[in-house]
């Protein structure tokens, strides 16, 4: 990564902390204890998040997943770790196969529509994996089509209630 990518980055997390601190500010002002405090929590969730992330990630991912909202205007990407696992010897795999999926989704259902995407990380029964799993919330019928733009077995699709689920273990 560039010292320019990284430099647009920051500035880009900047400005989204600035903008939810002026959120809270504002219902304080409007004299909405509530709303701030519910803005507040979301906040500090989001950044919790992102310590895990950066606890148990190698800088690869890391990079990359932080950079999934500003290089995809089309996509709205949030992240849970659910583990305490050490992945950082896995962040190569880890990111090619999270880059194929959001190239694959782009691929199968175009970028001229918003996504709101879940990611989450978590621990399976056998301790020497996680699974990771992309769901695109919405209602989509193009099953077969992600799965043959996918081309990985690894890679398991699967449609439900609420969108599409692509996941594998790590």
Not at 80 to 92: A, P, Q, S, V, Y
Request: hydrophobic share 40%.
């Amino acid at each position: 990564m560039e010292d320019a990518e990284v430099v647009k980055l920051l500035q880009h997390n900047r400005h989204d902390l600035m903008n939810d601190l002026q959120i809270v500010q504002g219902y304080i002002k409007l004299k909405k204890p509530e709303k701030a405090e519910e803005k507040l929590l979301k906040t500090i969730k989001y950044y919790n998040e992102e310590r895990k992330l950066m606890h148990v990630m190698d800088d690869q991912f890391i990079l990359w997943l932080m950079q999934v909202n500003i290089i995809f205007s089309h996509i709205n990407l949030e992240y849970h770790i659910l583990t305490e696992k050490k992945l950082r010897n896995k962040g190569h795999e880890l990111t090619t196969r999270c880059k194929k999926i959001i190239s694959s989704v782009n691929e199968t259902f175009g970028t001229h529509i918003l996504y709101d995407i879940s990611l989450q990380i978590k621990d399976t029964e056998n301790p020497s994996f996680a699974e990771v799993s992309f769901l695109i919330k919405g209602e989509y019928s193009q099953e077969a089509l992600l799965r043959r733009n996918l081309n990985d077995d690894n890679v398991k699709v699967r449609k439900t209630a609420s969108g599409m689920i692509c996941s594998f273990l790590i």
